[in-house]
């Protein structure tokens, strides 16, 4: 075994485990739309069959962060801002709490706000 090679990667492999992380691709991008469209939102492990190389988690996160067509891609408001201070200032950096204070924004969004 090479030195630098990792021990955990062929089992990992073995069990199908081994997932790179790499840029998505539209491809990619697509295949999780359909598959969303086809299985819903509630089981993440079962939308990744449609994607190959990706997990549920992944998926997930793609899809809640970029993909969801409910998600505004707009110019933050100075309202928004305004709002999000203030439950900031309530809630902490609790920013799936806030999420529901600014429709269409994503706690991830929020948070990198």
């Not at 809640?64 to 900031?88: F, G, K, M």
């Not at 529901?100 to 991830?108: D, E, H, T």
């Amino acid at each position: 075994m090479n030195q630098r090679e990792n021990p955990l990667k062929k089992d990992m492999e073995k069990n199908h485990a081994y997932v790179r992380k790499l840029k998505w691709t539209a491809q990619e991008d697509d295949a999780l739309v359909r598959s969303v469209n086809i299985h819903g939102l509630s089981n993440w492990t079962t939308v990744a069959i449609n994607v190959p190389g990706k997990t549920g988690k992944q998926c997930r996160e793609r899809w809640t962060n970029q993909l969801c067509p409910n998600l505004s891609r707009e110019t933050w408001t100075s309202q928004e801002d305004h709002v999000l201070i203030e439950q900031q200032r309530i809630q902490g950096n609790m920013w799936t709490k806030i999420a529901p204070f600014l429709p269409g924004r994503s706690a991830n969004s929020i948070k990198n706000r």
